[in-house]
């Protein structure tokens, strides 16, 4: 069974604080890692996709990275407006594009 | 372009009524998906439908029945409404294929059954 768990559940930072936020996964035939960021009371808004371990994307402010067993999302000198929920998800060879969630992180920055 | 699309935005059912929630998808996708998401739980697929005219069971179906029969609209109904369906629901939908295959998502439904 495909599993994601991501890690810490809440974190909390001052505007400039870089840090990083943890997906660990464990899926039978890995064919995307996808990140996502929610905003309350909205749907989850697409961030990236990652397909093989050692790739890396940027936006902005964010990095995603890849390995074999875990995922991690870098922010740099976050701002306010980076507060959100951030989803990670697999997608499993084979799975009909069946998405597998995590909890989320929710990340709180304050001015 | 309006995306996905999700009708009604909130909703209030009292046990045993029945509903239908609508999702509407402008992008041409093949693939279509409804999720629910609870407190502590993440998102979890209900059901799903790999083009028109087709579904299939996620990770959570019971209490729920699909209906794809125009590819832009995904239907998903409640025969029974039950407390512990109160959730916000999500419809997502994917191109089939390409080099970029994420999914989707509407703005949500939230469900309260009393």
């Known amino acids: 069974e495909d599993q994601v768990t991501q890690s810490p559940e809440a974190l909390r930072l001052q505007e400039g604080e870089s840090s990083s936020l943890n997906c660990s996964y464990t899926v039978s035939g890995l064919r995307g890692l996808f990140w996502y960021r929610q905003d309350p009371g909205k749907g989850p808004e697409f961030l990236f996709t990652l397909y093989s371990a050692g790739e890396e994307k940027e936006k902005e402010r964010l990095k995603a990275t890849l390995t074999k067993k875990e995922s991690f999302l870098h922010i740099t000198a976050p701002k306010p407006e980076d507060s959100a929920t951030y989803l990670c998800?697999?997608?499993?060879?084979?799975?009909?594009?069946?998405?597998?969630f995590g909890k989320g992180i929710t990340l709180s920055v304050r001015p | 372009n309006a995306g996905v699309t999700q009708t009604p935005k909130f909703r209030v059912l009292k046990t045993g009524q029945s509903m239908t929630l609508l999702c509407a998808q402008d992008m041409n996708h093949e693939y279509m998906y409804w999720y629910r998401q609870d407190p502590g739980m993440g998102l979890r697929l209900i059901h799903y439908s790999v083009g028109e005219g087709t579904t299939a069971k996620g990770e959570v179906p019971d209490g729920y029945n699909v209906s794809r029969l125009k590819k832009q609209n995904f239907l998903l109904g409640l025969e029974s409404a039950a407390p512990s369906q109160t959730s916000v629901y999500f419809c997502?939908?994917?191109?089939?294929?390409?080099?970029?295959?994420?999914?989707?998502f509407g703005p949500g439904t939230r469900l309260t059954v009393l």
């Open positions: 998800a697999v997608q499993a060879a084979g799975a009909n594009s069946k998405l597998t």
């Open positions: 997502a939908s994917r191109d089939s294929d390409g080099p970029y295959n994420e999914q989707f």
